[in-house]
């Protein structure tokens, strides 16, 4: 059973800011399945001219810091109230995985926020945000680069979302059915 997180009961109620910033947020955990490295090269290579702020404690892979520069702002652990703003005011979230049968809660956040989600390839992931995303070879620097600049330019369709919002809350009805009984 395939069980989607409760994205839909995220309060939003962070006002826009008033700025004619792009940027896109790179939520990070540094665990050993994100392929940050690769993204930031990419970012890098391709001088993608846009800002990027890399949320979670860099402090778990301190070489990353290397890729730092005024473009590439990690911002370190921030307070949830902080994190929301940031990923409320944003053009869009880049998030990867490098393993299958897994899903990252930013993913789900880009959803909630009606963000552009740009997303690691993975069978799984196709399956949950199908039309949603737009999926990326994370070992691929020239599509990785490709896909942020297509994601910065998408505008969510309504149509999109409702289907996200559907699928999600069936999956979570089937599980409590699936409890009770």
Known sequence: MVVYDPWYVL???????????????????????????NILESIIENKIQVKFYITGNWKRKPSIIKYANENIIFTGFIIQDKYEELIQNSSGIVTATSREYTAMMS??????????????????????????????NYQDKKDIAQKILIGLNKQIEEKEWNLMYKTSKLSIDKLHKFLEN
Do not use: G, H, Q, R
């Open 107 to 136: 993913a789900w956040e880009a959803v909630a926020y009606k963000k552009p989600l740009i997303l690691s390839e993975t069978i799984t992931l196709k399956n949950m945000f199908k039309d949603y995303a737009i999926f990326f």
């Open 11 to 37: 309060e939003k109620k962070i006002l826009p800011i008033n700025s004619k910033e792009k940027y896109i947020v790179i939520p990070c955990s540094y665990d050993v399945d994100e392929p940050i490295e």
